[in-house]
């Protein structure tokens, strides 16, 4: 359920993208400060959702008998929470760092969307700082995630054959959104700035937005 409504929230960002696409007027103004929050406080929550069902998929499979004892609903209330709560702090600390550099009058984003990366590259001062804590966060809410989820499904492959072909027909689908969602993440968040073509990042930023909400 947190899932389905998180990417139904995700792709509040179409309209708009479509309307900088096709329509003639292509400014946002208060709208982009709010995109920027909430479109990383979306993003970091996911990362940390897909890590928490993740532990559910091998919960029920390698622990079967178990499994509504240890995925209780008072441990699931206390993950969602954790979840929400640990990505609301990260987006209110790097979009703050974001929002205060300096652009000196320069006010045209090269991009779908208010997205981090882009608004850093427009700044008229060295993004340096910035970029490493964007960095620092990145390994904790994208890589650390990302290991836990192989930790999780290399478990289940090395249970037996029959643990295979359980993780492959219960949890191939995670698996494919996992593939593309942390793939495109780390491809545009966890590079040097001045690494990636900007058409680059606005095709990856499809994937994440757009793409994987839907196959969710």
């Known amino acids: 359920r947190n899932l389905s409504f998180l990417d ?3 792709t509040t960002i179409v309209p708009q993208f479509l309307v900088n696409l096709w329509g003639l007027n292509k400014t946002i103004t208060v709208g982009c400060v709010i995109q920027l929050y909430v479109y990383m406080w979306l993003g970091s929550t996911e990362c940390l959702l897909l890590a928490v069902m993740s532990y559910d998929c091998f919960t029920a499979i390698c622990n079967l008998l178990h499994y509504l004892v240890i995925i ?3 441990l699931c209330l206390r993950m969602i929470i954790m979840v929400w709560g640990v990505s609301l702090a990260c987006s209110l600390v790097l979009c703050t760092l974001t929002l205060n550099l300096p ?5 045209i984003l ?3 969307a208010c997205e981090m990366p882009a608004m850093i590259k427009i700044a008229c001062v060295d993004t340096k700082a910035v970029e490493m804590s964007v960095f ?7 890589l650390t995630p990302l290991f836990l989820i192989l930790i999780s499904y290399g478990y289940i492959a090395m249970k037996s054959k029959a643990g295979q072909r359980k993780a492959i027909n219960t949890c191939g689908s995670h698996l494919t959104v ?3 969602f942390y793939g495109t993440l780390i491809y545009t968040y966890l590079q040097p700035g001045n ?8 095709f990856f930023t499809l994937f994440y937005t757009i793409i994987t909400p839907s196959l969710n």
């Open 110 to 112: 090269n991009h779908f």
């Open 136 to 142: 620092a966060l990145g390994i904790v809410f994208v």
């Open 178 to 180: 996992v593939s593309i």
């Open 8 to 10: 139904l929230c995700f």
């Open 72 to 74: 209780n609903p008072h």
């Open 103 to 107: 652009r000196c009058g320069n006010n």
């Open 195 to 202: 690494s990636t073509s900007k058409d680059q990042g606005k």
